[in-house]
T-cell receptor, first 118, second 109 residues
Framework: EAEVAQSPRYKITEKSQAVAFWCDPI?????LYWYRQILGQGPELLVQ????????DSQLPKDRFSAERLKGVDSTLKIQPAELGDSAMYLC????????????????FGPGTRLTVL | AQRVTQPEKLLSVFKGAPVELKCNYS??????LFWYVQYSRQRLQLLLR??SRESIKGFTADLNKGETSFHLKKPFAQEEDSAMYYC???????????FGDGTTLTVKP
């Protein structure tokens, strides 16, 4: 059964360093999401792609975070420089996306990347 | 702005008892509502969505637009239902999703 893949699963870094996370969505899924989940809270949407285009990045701290999905398939989320407050679980999800007015918004989640900033 | 509120962080019931996990939302349009579940050491996965109006693992949820609620219910809880449950809302126009902070359900033997 197809699943969303993420790597690495765990990342420990020092503040001011750069980190990058990778996500490979389920084949054929047009929509890709990056979430940040702080312990005790629900996932918070950082950025949403429809194919290679960003459709929402209103909650992405653009001074340090960047995301790309160049060919509309896999995606990379980068943080530079990392800060202590960035310690969290970073989740990637994908969905079929919207088509012709009907919605296929069921999201399939990856296992997440646990980031610890020291 | 869209918002999802799950007022209970923790909920504990005995096996065989009814359970209700509350979810309230705010959204100006017609939302899509979902319940996601995360079992121990597993990834987040869809439990049910309001559009399908189906019962999954004995759980049901009814969208009440008047009360802007989407509570999750099960008449007889089982130990294997112990998990973290998240209510989520999707903007039908752009698919933007907002999650609640989750409720940890513990079903005691």
């Amino acid at each position: 059964e197809a699943e969303v893949a993420q790597s690495p699963r765990y990342k420990i870094t020092e503040k001011s360093q750069a980190v990058a996370f990778w996500c490979d969505p389920i084949s054929g899924h047009a929509t890709l999401y990056w979430y940040r989940q702080i312990l005790g809270q629900g996932p918070e949407l950082l950025v949403q792609f429809q194919d290679e285009s960003v459709v929402d990045d209103s909650q992405l701290p653009k001074d340090r975070f960047s995301a790309e999905r160049l060919k509309g398939v896999d995606s990379t989320l980068k943080i530079q420089p990392a800060e202590l407050g960035d310690s969290a679980m970073y989740l990637c999800a994908s969905s079929h996306g919207t088509s012709g007015g009907s919605s296929y918004n069921e999201q399939f989640f990856g296992p997440g990347t646990r980031l610890t900033v020291l | 702005a869209q918002r999802v509120t799950q007022p209970e962080k923790l909920l504990s019931v005995f096996k065989g008892a009814p359970v209700e996990l509350k979810c309230n939302y705010s959204y100006s349009g017609s939302p899509e509502l979902f319940w996601y579940v995360q079992y121990s050491r597993q990834r987040l996965q869809l439990l049910l969505r309001h559009i399908s109006r189906e019962s999954i693992k004995g759980f049901t949820a009814d969208l009440n637009k008047g009360e802007t609620s989407f509570h999750l219910k099960k008449p007889f809880a089982q130990e294997e239902d112990s998990a973290m449950y998240y209510c989520a809302l999707s903007n039908t126009n752009a698919g933007k999703s907002t999650f609640g902070d989750g409720t940890t359900l513990t079903v005691k033997p």
